[in-house]
């Protein structure tokens, strides 16, 4: 159905790499390319037009780079980072990117990175459904097998690197998926965001303590910056 198709423009200013992923676009079923943009500037005002649920993102561009460009949106859409330099990778996933593809990328790899954004925009949409039945699980994908992770056994989310860990009483579960994907997953009335690396279950906190709040025998820091939304949201403020 249209209604289901992704939505993407491409930002590149190489024109060769700009066709090659062009080509790599229009054999995917699932995703449409509404834009394809020769810098930063050109995509600033495709994004107020068509609001494309995707975006394919170089990084080294003249006069403002990706990353600085990403970090100047205040509502970016899914980001699939596209570059020749892999050293740029830590600071994409400290983003939120969905995927970092290195150049030359060959196609499995980049239908790989497609997948985990329709996935991620599938979450969105049921997420949005108004009369969506609220869940008392996920599945992830750990390993070659999915595992069902039931969020009320979540004692707290934390980041490393592209991937997370669900630390759980009787397990640690790792999965690959972005910080912000995970948020979006776990219901917004049991989770807080407390650090850029920690999202903590509010049922398993134990104690606060200056900036560092208590999960069983564990101690997790709280940012400065959401310390005051944090403590709102335990205290029932919010």
């Known amino acids: 159905m249209k209604s289901e ?3 993407a423009i491409i930002v590149e200013d190489e024109p060769l790499a700009r066709s090659g992923l062009e080509g790599y676009v229009k054999e995917v079923d699932f995703i449409e390319l509404v834009a394809s943009c020769e ?16 975006m394919f993102l170089d990084i080294q561009m003249p006069r403002l780079t990706g990353i600085d460009f990403l ?6 859409p899914m980001v699939i980072m596209t570059t020749a330099y892999p050293n740029y990778a830590l600071q994409g996933f400290e983003l939120d990117v969905v995927d970092y593809l290195v150049k030359p990328y060959p196609f499995d790899r ?9 996935d991620l925009f599938m979450l969105r949409s049921e997420a949005s459904k108004p009369n969506s039945p609220v869940a008392e699980f996920m599945f992830v994908k750990t390993d070659s097998r999915l595992e069902k992770v039931v969020f009320r056994e979540i ?8 991937y997370v860990i669900i630390h759980t009483p009787s397990q640690k579960i790792i999965t690959m998926m972005t910080m912000k994907a995970m948020e979006e997953s776990l219901p917004g009335n049991d989770f807080l965001r ?5 999202i903590a279950n509010k049922r398993h906190i ?4 200056g900036n560092q709040i208590q999960i069983g025998h564990t101690k997790i820091p709280v940012s400065r910056n959401n310390k005051s ?6 205290l029932g403020k919010q």
């Open 5 to 7: 198709l992704i939505k």
């Open 39 to 54: 810098n930063a500037f050109e995509a600033n005002n495709v994004l107020a037009r068509h609001q494309p649920d995707l």
């Open 71 to 76: 970090k100047s949106i205040s509502h970016p």
């Open 110 to 118: 980049f239908l790989k990175a497609a997948n985990k954004a329709r």
């Open 155 to 162: 004692l707290y989310v934390e980041a490393m690197e592209n």
């Open 194 to 198: 407390i650090h850029k690396s920690y």
């Open 206 to 209: 134990l104690s606060i303590e």
């Open 229 to 234: 939304l944090v403590m709102e949201r335990l």
